[in-house]
C-alpha cells in the first residue's frame, strides 16, 4: 500500500482522468501489441482465427464467416468440436491435477476438483443423463446455486450434445415453468436446497412447485446440498444425483462431435415485452469467444487463480466462471455464499488464502465494498492480484478509483467490460495492457468489433454528445435466434434498427452511450424498458403484468428509481379497480405477487398508489416522468399530458411516502 497521506493520494485520484496500465502488468499480459487493433481491422473477419485457434477442433472450419443468409451469420462453418472435450479432456495431458474449480462453501466448507476428477464426474453425469432418456439436441433445465455439480450438468450437457438452459436460482417457481415450457424441457437438474447467510433454504419446494405448472412428464434429478440438514423422499421421477453418478461409477462418454453452429446453451434473458427471451447460443463461435475475450482481457494463463464472483444463472458466469477459463486450463474459484458473511471481509479472506490472480465482479457489489470500508481489504494481503475487472452497469469514477487503490492497490488495471446475454462475451473495454484506463467508461470496442453511437435517424452522433450503441458488424460469440422464435429475433434485433438505406445489419443492444474523440465509449444506461437492479436485468413489462393479475388492480407501470446500491430500484404506480382498498394487506400482496412471478430480485422498493398514470394525448404512459417523480427530481414540461394534475398528486403521495 503506498504510504501517501489519504488526503494527497485522494485529490491525486480525483484530479487523474486517465490511468496507464501498470508496467508490471504490461510486463506479463498475454495481449501487449498495439496492432491487433489494425490487423482485426484489416483482416476481417479471418482476424477471427485467432480466437477458434484457441480451441481444439475434431475438424477445421472451411470459412470463418457466411454472412449470406443475415441476420442469421454462421462462424466457423463446418468445422466440428465439443466443447467439454475443450473444457476438460484436451487439459487432462499437462494439467490433470491442477485445479480445474475451487469451490468454497458459505458455511466454510471447500471441495477441490483437479481437471482429472471434473472430467470424471462430468462422464459419469453425463452416461447418468444418457440413462434418463436425455439426447442430442434434448434441452435440460438447469435450477440450481452454486454448486459444483451446476457447472458439472452444464459440462456433460456439452458433453453429448444436450444443449442446457440455466435458471437463476432466485428466480421463482412461475419464472422456472415458463422457461422450461418455453424450451419444451422435461429433464430438470436442480438441488434440495443451499446455504444462505448460515442458515439453510428449501430450493426443492420452489422447484416442484414450478413443476406443478410445467407441461408433459418431467424427471428430476436432485443434488443433495444440505445432507442430513435436510432428508427428501423421493417421487417416482426424481433421482438422486450422487446415486446416478455412482451407478455410472468410471463410465467413459466419448464427447459427441458438434457443428459450430449447433446450440450449446440457451439463456432467458430479459427484453421489451412480458415474456423473456430465450437466446441461442453456438458451439464453435461462443466458445471462441469466451475464451478469446478470457484471454485477452481477463489475461487468463493457466496457472492462475482466477476469480469471477457472479452468479453462474446469468451469462457472466457461463462465460467468466465455466466456459472461458476452463477452456483456458486454468482454475476457476466459485464462491457460494455472500459477501458478507460470516463477516465483511469475506472476499478478501478468499483472495487472501487462494492467492487469486484476477477478480471480476460487478459495480454494485463494489458500492457495497465501499460503503463497508475499505479496513476491511486492508485486514488481507491481496498482493497476489494482478487484475480486477467489472462488468454488469456502469461504474462511475468513484467506485471505480476505490476499487483501483483499495482492491488493486493502484498496480491491477480495471477492465469495465460492457457486453450483454445477447453479445455471449466481453465487447467494449480496454485490453488492460494496452489502452489507458478512463474511469467510468469502458474504453473502444474490442479488436474486431465494430461499434457506434448513433441518432434515431442512425447517424452518428458527434463525440461526447449521447446517442444509441450499435454495433454494426458481426462477431462469433452473438446470438444466432431466439429460441424457437426466428421471427421475434428478426423483429427485436434486425428489422426495427437496421438501416434500409444503407442495407446495413445493425445490432442494437437497446442502450444508450457516448464516445469521446478517442473512441473511447461510456455506457449510460438502457433505453428500453428494462431495469438494471443490483446488476441484475429485469423487464419492466414482466413486473407489471405480475402486478396487474392481483385481483383488484386495474393498471400498473414500474420504472426504475435511482438506488444508491443497487443502481435502480424498481417502483410500481399502481391504479386499484373500483372499490378496492388501498390497504397495507393489498400492497403486500401485490409485492408477493411480483415475487411469486419472477423472484425476490424484482421486489419493488415502493408501491405508489395512484388514481391515474400521467398519459399522453395518444395515451402513452409517460414513464420518464414517473421516474423523475420516483428520483425526488424537477419535473420538466407536462403540458403535453392528457392529465397534468395528476403528477403532483402522485409527488404529494410519494412524498408522503
Ligand atoms: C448493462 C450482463 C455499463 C447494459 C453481462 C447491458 C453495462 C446490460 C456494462 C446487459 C458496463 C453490462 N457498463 N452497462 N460495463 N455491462 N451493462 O444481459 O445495460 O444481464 O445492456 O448481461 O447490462 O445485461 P445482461
Known amino acids: 500500500m503506498s504510504d501517501q497521506p489519504e488526503v494527497e493520494l485522494e485529490a491525486r485520484l480525483k484530479e487523474q482522468a486517465e490511468f ?21 481491422e ?41 466443447a467439454s472435450a475443450n473444457c476438460l479432456d484436451r487439459h487432462l495431458d499437462d494439467r490433470a491435477d ?34 434418463q432418456g436425455v439426447e442430442e439436441d434434448d434441452v435440460v433445465t438447469m435450477y440450481m446455486p452454486m454448486v459444483p455439480e451446476l457447472p458439472i450438468a452444464m459440462l456433460a450437457c456439452a458433453r453429448i450434445g444436450a444443449p442446457h438452459s440455466v435458471v437463476f436460482a432466485g428466480f421463482s417457481a412461475d419464472a422456472l415453468a415458463e422457461r422450461m415450457n418455453s424450451a419444451s424441457s422435461d429433464l430438470l437438474v436442480t438441488c434440495d436446497g443451499y446455504y444462505r447467510r448460515g442458515e439453510p433454504l428449501d430450493h426443492l419446494e420452489k422447484a416442484r412447485d414450478g413443476l406443478g405448472s410445467v407441461d408433459g412428464d418431467v424427471d428430476t434429478v436432485i443434488v443433495d446440498r444440505l445432507g442430513d440438514e435436510r432428508s427428501v423422499d423421493h417421487n417416482a421421477d426424481e433421482f ?9 461409477s468410471g463410465a467413459t462418454v466419448e464427447p459427441v462431435v458438434r457443428d459450430a453452429e449447433d446450440m450449446l446453451f440457451l439463456m432467458y434473458t430479459s ?37 469471477c464472483s457472479a452468479d453462474i444463472g446469468w451469462i457472466t458466469g457461463h462465460s467468466y466462471i465455466v466456459y472461458g477459463p476452463l477452456a483456458l486450463g486454468t482454475t476457476s474459484v466459485m464462491y457460494e455464499g455472500t459477501p458478507d458473511y460470516p463477516d465483511k471481509d469475506r472476499m478478501w479472506e478468499i483472495v487472501d488464502e487462494y492467492d487469486v490472480t484476477q477478480l471480476y465482479t460487478a459495480p454494485t457489489a463494489i458500492r457495497a465494498f465501499m460503503k463497508w470500508g475499505s479496513e476491511y481489504p486492508a485486514q488481507h494481503d491481496l498482493s497476489s492480484l494482478r487484475l480486477l475487472g467489472t462488468v454488469g452497469e456502469p461504474i462511475n469514477p468513484r467506485a471505480w478509483k476505490w476499487y483501483y487503490k483499495h482492491i488493486g492497490n493502484e498496480e491491477c488495471p480495471v ?47 458527434e463525440a461526447g454528445r449521447a446517442g444509441y450503441l450499435i454495433v454494426n458488424k458481426p462477431w462469433p460469440g452473438m446470438l444466432r435466434t431466439l429460441y424457437k422464435n426466428d421471427e421475434r429475433f428478426i423483429d427485436e434485433y434486425w428489422d426495427e434498427y437496421s438501416i434500409p438505406e444503407r442495407d446495413q445489419w445493425v445490432y442494437f443492444p437497446e442502450d444508450g452511450a457516448k464516445i469521446d474523440d478517442d473512441g473511447y465509449i461510456t455506457v449510460l444506461g438502457r433505453v428500453d424498458d428494462v431495469l438494471n437492479v443490483s446488476g441484475h436485468r429485469l423487464g419492466t413489462m414482466e413486473i407489471e403484468s405480475a402486478i396487474v393479475g392481483v385481483e383488484g388492480v386495474a393498471e400498473a407501470a414500474v420504472v426504475g428509481g435511482d438506488h444508491e446500491m443497487k443502481g435502480e430500484a424498481v417502483y410500481a404506480y399502481v391504479i386499484t379497480e373500483d372499490g378496492q382498498e388501498e390497504s397495507e394487506a393489498f ?25 391515474e398514470l400521467p398519459k399522453t394525448r395518444s395515451g402513452k404512459i409517460m414513464r420518464r416522468l414517473l421516474e423523475d417523480i420516483a428520483n425526488g427530481e424537477e419535473l420538466g414540461n407536462t403540458s403535453t399530458l392528457r392529465n397534468p394534475d395528476v403528477v403532483h398528486d402522485i409527488q404529494k403521495k410519494v412524498n408522503q411516502g
Open 587 to 611: 400492497h403486500d400482496e401485490i409485492i408477493a405477487a411480483v415475487e411469486d412471478a419472477i423472484g425476490p430480485i424484482a421486489r419493488p422498493e415502493s408501491v405508489i398508489f395512484t388514481p
Open 415 to 461: 477492465v469495465d467490460t460492457w457486453w450483454q446475454t445477447e453479445t455471449g462475451g466481453m465487447m467494449v473495454t480496454t485490453i488492460p495492457a494496452i489502452g489507458n484506463m478512463k474511469p467510468g467508461s469502458a474504453g473502444p470496442p474490442l479488436p474486431g468489433i465494430s461499434a457506434d453511437i448513433v441518432d434515431t435517424n442512425g447517424d452518428p452522433v
Open 240 to 248: 438422486d444425483y450422487d446415486e446416478l453418478v455412482e451407478a455410472n
Open 98 to 131: 491442477e485445479a480445474a474449480i475451487e469451490w468454497i462453501g458459505e458455511l466454510g466448507e471447500t471441495r477441490t476438483y483437479t481437471y482429472e476428477q471434473l472430467h470424471r464426474e462430468v462422464n459419469e453425469f453425463a452416461a447418468a443423463l444418457r440413462d
Open 20 to 40: 496507464e496500465p501498470p508496467e508490471s502488468f504490461v510486463e506479463q499480459a498475454n495481449v501487449t501489441d498495439e496492432g491487433i487493433y489494425d490487423e482485426f
Open 271 to 307: 427484453g421489451t415485452t412480458g415474456k423473456p427471451k430465450g437466446v441461442k447460443h453456438s458451439t464453435g463461435g461462443y466458445l471462441s469467444y469466451a475464451a478469446w475475450t478470457s484471454q485477452a482481457v481477463l489475461d487468463v494463463k493457466p496457472d492462475d487463480n482466477y476469480w
Open 42 to 82: 484489416e483482416n476481417w473477419p479471418d482476424a477471427w482465427e485467432r480466437a477458434a485457434e484457441l480451441l481444439d477442433w475434431e475438424s477445421e472450419w472451411d470459412q470463418v464467416l457466411d454472412d449470406s443468409n443475415e441476420p442469421f451469420y454462421e462462424w466457423f462453418v463446418d468445422g466440428k468440436l465439443n
